[in-house]
């Protein structure tokens, strides 16, 4: 059998090295054995594995995705997402004792302090709630200097506990405030995505209860959404923390990567693209558009799945239970129908663009009675356990240290200050 490694050859010296395959890739250090002023030219990343990781496993040509080697299927459909939290950080499914122990502790841990919650009332009515959400996360780290003590494992996870059950509230707490109603305080009796949905819905009415099936519903859509391997803002949360941030700031930088329209924005997007072709009839002359590469197709194509994406296909499942309760969201109808167009044009397939996780989920959201601009905020939320494992398997892993990547300089060689009189 053929060996397995890759021979570099330095066709201006004839010298040449040998790298070994381990797990799929090379290592680029070898090129430096060559010359040690070479670098791979890799801009985004598009050829680029920046660490060893045992948390996510995505298969993009056959729409296979795993968290520590569990199917998102077998999850979605057993789990529940403080027991996936569980599992990206510790690895393992927790035994009932573990998950009691769990629970108990970020049930504990949803307040945030009262200078935090005045802190909020700052932003304007008209704030977006991703702008808010950063902004107090970010605040958050003041308020535990002791996290910069990024090396103890038992620190480190108190902070991980505080950050996953303070995400909620901070989001219902920029929901309220932006509609001037008071903010409704965490309760302990309604389980993680229940007491969400109370502080989101909930006005003065000590006996509100969230619909049990919406709730499991928005509790799947976080499981789906908990992590997925380097994306751009998992890579954002490792590059920041790799310069030893604390995890505060490393999750607000985190979440300003999410906010974008190209990453966790596209959610919000694609609602305002369906609203924007407004009825079944308009969606052949949308396409078109589309393929004169005059506008994206929200919410589909992916840097990894060129199949369906596997979380999609669990989306549009959990959206005939949702709309069950809620009635069905007209939007159904111009979503299916691009589907079915975009998957039988060639523009589309050749290019393997299906939907991805953002197509369909914010159908649910809208449902659920989310605003648009709270879409990515429910991404965010999803996101934080993977951001947060990520974090510390990077912290953790040897071979990483501060990320600093090299350039290829193209800019004017060496010339001299010109005053401004003679310029
Ligand atoms: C998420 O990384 C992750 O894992 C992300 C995520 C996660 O869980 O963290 O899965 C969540 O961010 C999902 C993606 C959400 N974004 C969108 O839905 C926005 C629309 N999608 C595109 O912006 C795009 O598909 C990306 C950003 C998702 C992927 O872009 P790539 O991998 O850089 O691909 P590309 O831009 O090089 O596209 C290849 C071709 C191009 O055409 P050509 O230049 O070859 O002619 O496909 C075209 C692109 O123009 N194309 C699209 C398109 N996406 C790519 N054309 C129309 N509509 C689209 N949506």
Redesign the pocket.
């Known amino acids: 059998m053929a060996e397995e490694s890759f021979t570099i050859i330095d066709n201006r010296s004839g010298n040449e090295v040998t790298v070994p395959i381990v797990d799929g890739t090379i290592s680029s250090a070898a090129l430096r054995q060559l010359d040690k002023g070479m670098w791979f030219y890799d801009p985004?990343y598009?050829s680029t594995a920046n660490c060893d990781s045992k948390i996510t496993f995505?298969d993009g040509a056959e729409g296979i995705l795993r968290y520590r080697g569990y199917p998102i299927e077998q999850l979605a459909d057993s789990s529940s997402f403080l027991e996936v939290c569980y599992l990206l950080l510790h690895g393992e499914l927790p035994t009932q004792a573990q998950s009691d122990v769990w629970v108990d502790h970020i049930t504990n841990h949803t307040y945030v302090h009262e200078n935090i919650a005045r802190f909020m009332q700052g932003f304007r009515y008209d704030a977006h709630p991703m702008g808010t959400l950063v902004s107090t996360v970010a605040g958050l780290s003041t308020f535990y200097p002791e996290a910069k003590d990024i090396d103890d494992p038992h620190n480190r996870m108190i902070q991980i506990i505080r950050l996953i059950a303070k995400m909620p509230t901070m989001a219902a707490f920029a929901y309220k405030n932006r509609l001037g109603l008071p903010y409704e305080y965490p309760v302990n009796n309604l389980g993680y995505t229940g007491n969400f949905l109370r502080m989101m819905w909930n006005v003065a009415d000590p006996s509100f209860e969230p619909d049990p099936i919406l709730t499991k519903a928005l509790d799947v859509l976080f499981i789906l959404?908990a992590d997925?391997?380097q994306?751009?803002?998992?890579t954002t949360m490792r590059t920041v923390g790799s310069s030893q941030a604390d995890p505060y700031s490393a999750v607000a930088a985190a979440t300003c990567g999410l906010y974008g329209?190209?990453?966790?924005g596209?959610n919000e997007?694609?609602i305002r693209m369906l609203h924007e072709i407004g009825s079944y009839e308009n969606v052949d002359a949308y396409v078109e558009k589309?393929k004169s590469?005059e506008m994206?197709?929200?919410?589909?194509?992916?840097?990894?799945?060129k199949n369906y994406?596997p979380?999609a296909k669990i989306i549009k499942q959990t959206a005939d239970r949702v709309f069950n309760v809620t009635g069905m969201n007209p939007l159904l109808d111009i979503a299916m129908k691009l589907e079915e167009v975009a998957l039988s044009d060639s523009y589309?397939v050749d290019?393997s663009?299906y939907p991805?996780?953002?197509?369909y989920s914010g159908l649910i959201y809208e449902a659920m009675g989310f605003p648009m601009d709270m879409f990515t905020v429910l991404f965010a939320i999803g996101?934080t356990p993977g951001w947060l494992a990520h974090w510390q398997e990077m912290l953790d892993d040897p071979e990483q240290k501060i990320y600093r990547p090299r350039q290829k300089y193209t800019g004017p060689d060496e010339r001299s200050y010109v005053a401004i009189g003679n310029r």
Do not use: M, W
């Open positions: 985004a598009l995505i959404h997925h391997e994306n751009c803002s998992t329209p190209l990453h966790g596209a997007k694609v589309v590469g994206l197709l929200q919410g589909f194509g992916h840097r990894v799945y994406d979380r589309f290019r663009l991805n996780v953002d197509f996101r």
